[in-house]
Nanobody, 120 residues
Framework: QVQLVESGGGFVQAGGSLRLSCEAS????????MAWYRQVQGKQRELVAR???????NYSDFVKGRFTISGDFAKTTVSLDMSNLESEDTAVYYC??????????????WGQGTQVTVFS
């Protein structure tokens, strides 16, 4: 069984900050990659940032310099620190974990999503 529980979404004024957290329960496999994706209604889900057990980190261009991903693979937790938020960052943010050896993802293991709304 795989369970991902996200927290930390909410309303924030443009220019502000939020921290998202995700805790994964994965008794079936070791995690190789933990990631955050986001989805705006009517659009495809897109990668925000991901971190690998080996320490590799990728950011999408639209968040570079503003968001920071961190992960603890022993505790199977991943966080996303978001700063200088813009209205375009408004979306539902999803946590995703990929089994070790299964590439960068995304996998079929998703959290329930947490809403982030940035207002002017």
């Amino acid at each position: 069984q795989v369970q991902l529980v996200e927290s930390g979404g909410g309303f924030v004024q443009a220019g502000g900050s939020l921290r998202l957290s995700c805790e994964a329960s994965t008794s079936r496999f070791n995690i190789g990659v933990m990631a955050w994706y986001r989805q705006v209604q009517g659009k495809q889900r897109e990668l925000v940032a991901r971190i690998s057990r080996g320490g590799g980190i990728n950011y999408s261009d639209f968040v570079k310099g503003r968001f920071t991903i961190s992960g603890d693979f022993a505790k199977t937790t991943v966080s996303l620190d978001m700063s200088n938020l813009e209205s375009e960052d408004t979306a539902v943010y999803y946590c995703n974990v990929v089994p070790a050896g299964a590439g960068w993802g995304p996998s079929n293991y998703w959290g329930q999503g947490t809403q982030v709304t940035v207002f002017s």
